[in-house]
C-alpha cells in the first residue's frame, strides 16, 4: 500500500527565513511526487513534480529514493508563501496512473 | 481556459436523507477523479473515471456512493442514505489522458462542502 507522510501540521517561520517542508513516502513500486499548495480561498493546484526538477515561486524538492523523501524546500520565505501543502504520490506507471494519494497536509505561516 | 466547475458550492442535509453532486471537467479532460477530503486530512480517492469507464473505485463506499460520468463528460456523485460522517469537502479534478507524464496534472475544482447533521 502506498503511503505519504507530512510530519507538521503546523510551520511557522519568519519572512526571509528558510523553510522545509517534510514529506516521506512509502511504495514498493515506481512513484512520482508531487506538492499540491492551496491558498487562502483559491482551489487546490499543483505547485510543482518531481518529473519536470524545476523550481517554481523559488521552492525546489529532490526526490531521495533512498531515505523515501521529497521534502519542500524555499531559502527565503514570502508572506505569500502562506498557505497549505501537501505531498502526494502517485503510480508513475501501469492502469492506476494518476491516482493520487495525499499526505495529511501542512499548514505554513509565514510571519511578517 | 475554464476551469472544473463543481456545483453545488455548500449543501447541508440531514442523516439518512440523500445528496447529489455534479462535476464538469476541463473540456477535453478524459480522465475525471472523485476526492472526498475530511476536516484535517488529505483528499482521498474516491473514484476515478477514464472517458465513461471505472478505472478504480476501490475507496468508494459502494453501500451508499455511486458516481456515474455517462457521456464521458459531466459526472455526478450521490450519497444515499448519508451519514455523520460524510460530512466533508467533495472534490472533482480532471485530467488530460496523454502518454506524455508530463500532460497528466490534475486540475481541481473548488469543491462542494458537505455538512451531515
Known amino acids: 500500500a502506498q503511503r505519504v507522510t507530512q510530519p507538521e501540521k503546523l510551520l511557522s517561520v519568519f519572512k526571509g527565513a528558510p523553510v522545509e517542508l517534510k514529506c516521506n513516502y512509502s511504495y514498493s513500486g515506481s512513484p512520482e511526487l508531487f506538492w499540491y499548495v492551496q491558498y487562502s480561498r483559491q482551489r487546490l493546484q499543483l505547485l510543482l513534480r518531481?518529473?519536470s526538477r524545476e523550481s517554481i515561486k523559488g521552492f525546489t524538492a529532490d526526490l531521495n529514493k533512498g531515505e523515501t523523501s521529497f521534502h519542500l524546500k524555499k531559502p527565503f520565505a514570502q508572506e505569500e508563501d502562506s498557505a497549505m501543502y501537501y505531498c502526494?504520490?502517485?503510480?508513475?506507471?501501469?492502469?492506476?496512473?494518476?491516482?493520487?494519494?495525499f499526505g495529511q497536509g501542512t499548514i505554513l505561516t509565514v510571519h511578517p | 481556459e475554464a476551469g472544473v466547475a463543481q456545483s453545488p458550492r455548500y449543501k447541508i442535509i440531514e442523516k439518512r436523507q440523500s445528496v447529489a453532486f455534479w462535476c464538469n471537467p476541463i473540456?477535453?479532460?478524459?480522465?475525471l477523479y472523485w476526492y472526498q477530503q475530511i476536516l484535517g486530512q488529505g483528499p482521498k480517492l474516491l473514484i476515478q473515471f477514464q472517458n465513461n469507464g471505472v478505472v478504480d473505485d476501490s475507496q468508494l463506499p459502494k453501500d451508499r456512493f455511486s458516481a456515474e460520468r455517462l457521456k464521458g463528460v459531466d459526472s455526478t456523485l450521490k450519497i444515499q442514505p448519508a451519514k455523520l460522517e460524510d460530512s466533508a469537502v467533495y472534490l472533482c479534478?480532471?485530467?488530460?489522458?496523454?502518454?506524455?507524464?508530463?500532460?497528466?496534472?490534475?486540475?481541481f475544482g473548488a469543491g462542494t462542502r458537505l455538512s451531515v447533521l
Open positions: 479534478a480532471s485530467s488530460a489522458r496523454s502518454l506524455s507524464v508530463a500532460k497528466n496534472i490534475q486540475y
Open positions: 502526494a504520490l502517485t503510480n508513475a506507471g501501469g492502469t492506476s496512473y494518476g491516482k493520487l494519494t
Open positions: 518531481h518529473i
Open positions: 473540456s477535453g479532460h478524459a480522465t
